[in-house]
């Protein structure tokens, strides 16, 4: 045994200990049935999900919670058999401007903003693949779906001014490809 890859392993272990990220990935591969279910719900951020295969099936999934407040996730599923998709991801802000004159005045209340995405259905075999970013200044989910069955997607942003709404409700045979994001410069 090398011990200084040994060494070199446990202060790479401590420095991301310290950095303040979570962090939770799972590879399974089963004959049978899994069901895999994570949230997150921190400051005016909210991630849910909950997915299962039957059959012969592989589940992928890898959530990384930042301390600079962003939350990315990745999900790969795949099944012979039935697929289960329940995700959704939210964001809110309310901020306020700061006083320009009187450091006693109170700050104005800001325009609150909302982006919610959400995925949902049941399909009989396929692949379900998803990519979610909840940044403080945008939130994204880009989806890929192929196979048969039901999904049903429903996204909203509203910021005081401006309303986004965006639905697809799919059924039968499918190949789908989705990018959906909510503010930021694209």
Known sequence: M??????????????????GADSVSSTIMCDGATWVSSSVIGQGQTYAASLFTTDMGILMRNLNVGSDGKVKTSTNAR?????????????????????????????????????????MGLMQTGQYVSTRTLDPSQTGAVTMINGTGMILVHAKSSDGTNETTHTSDVAGTMNMTEKIVFGGDE
Request: with cysteine; aromatic share 8%.
């Open 79 to 119: 099944s012979t058999g039935p697929i289960g998709v329940d995700e959704y991801s939210a964001q809110g802000t309310n901020q306020t401007e700061p006083s320009e004159t009187c450091i006693f005045t109170l700050p104005e209340n800001g325009t609150p903003t909302r982006d919610e995405i959400n995925y």
């Open 2 to 19: 090398n011990w200084d890859y040994v060494i070199v392993g446990c202060a790479c272990i401590l420095i991301a200990g310290l950095v």
